[in-house]
């Protein structure tokens, strides 16, 4: 199984600011990880598939990269309802796996 | 639009047992997997597995294979999650999710949830 790694655990950041968020995988996932926002009491809501694309509706300020082994989620300009914890997940290898969050709070 | 409607809340005893729902609608439910997520408090989630409605074509992730099943009944747009004999450990909060393209794939629409306690 794919053990996927996030950093950092907790991320404090100003509205307006740069959040920049880290993802590596075990082995190589190719291109196939996505991202989620997650929402207290909330079910995930999918942000980025194939480590950059954007499904319908989700807003330009957040984008992915990489491949291989290492991914980043960027945040371009923090909005308030941004605040939340972020997953990652690979779906390259079965079963498909999540890191284990990165939590973006407000400094 | 798609939605995913999961069953209520559940408070159990260990040794119970248990089925949750998940009814899809606004698509063709026969024509897309659905997965059943794990969530336990303060993690991250867990792929437990996934059904292919519309044959009945079930995957388990090995953690969980032997724990649940998985089914669904396509004439009610219904997907379940069943356990024989509950746990505490299975307290945790249990989505489903639908994939957009194939069975190793990205979760683009969630289930509300369905909270599972298990205590004595």
């Known amino acids: 199984e794919i053990v996927m790694t996030q950093s950092p655990a907790t991320l404090s950041v100003s509205p307006g600011e740069r959040a920049t968020l880290s993802c590596r995988a075990s082995q190589s996932v190719r291109s196939n990880l996505a991202w989620y926002q997650q929402k207290p009491g909330q079910a995930p809501r999918l942000l980025i598939y194939?480590?950059?694309a954007r499904p319908t509706g989700i807003p330009t300020r957040f984008s992915g990269s990489g491949s291989g082994t290492d991914f980043t989620f960027t945040i371009s300009s923090l909005q308030s309802e941004d605040f939340a914890v972020y997953y990652c997940?690979?779906?390259?290898?079965?079963?498909?796996?999540f890191g284990q969050g990165t939590k973006v709070e407000i400094k | 639009e798609v939605q995913l409607v999961q069953s209520g809340a559940e408070v159990k005893e260990p040794g119970e047992s248990l089925k949750i729902s998940c009814k899809g609608s606004?698509?063709?439910?026969?024509?897309?997997?659905i997965a059943w997520v794990r969530q336990m408090p303060g993690k991250g989630p867990e792929w437990m597995g996934i059904i292919h409605p519309g044959d009945s074509d079930i995957r388990y992730s090995p953690s969980f294979q032997g724990q649940v099943t998985i089914s669904a009944d396509k004439s009610i747009s219904t997907a379940y999650l069943h356990w024989s004999s509950l746990k505490a450990s299975d307290t945790a909060m249990y989505y489903c999710?639908?994939?957009?393209?194939?069975?190793?794939?990205?979760?683009?629409?969630w289930g509300q949830g369905t909270l599972v306690s298990v205590s004595s």
């Open positions: 606004g698509y063709s439910f026969s024509s897309y997997w």
């Open positions: 997940q690979q779906y390259n290898n079965w079963p498909p796996t």
């Open positions: 194939t480590a950059s």
């Open positions: 999710a639908r994939t957009t393209v194939g069975i190793t794939t990205w979760l683009e629409y």
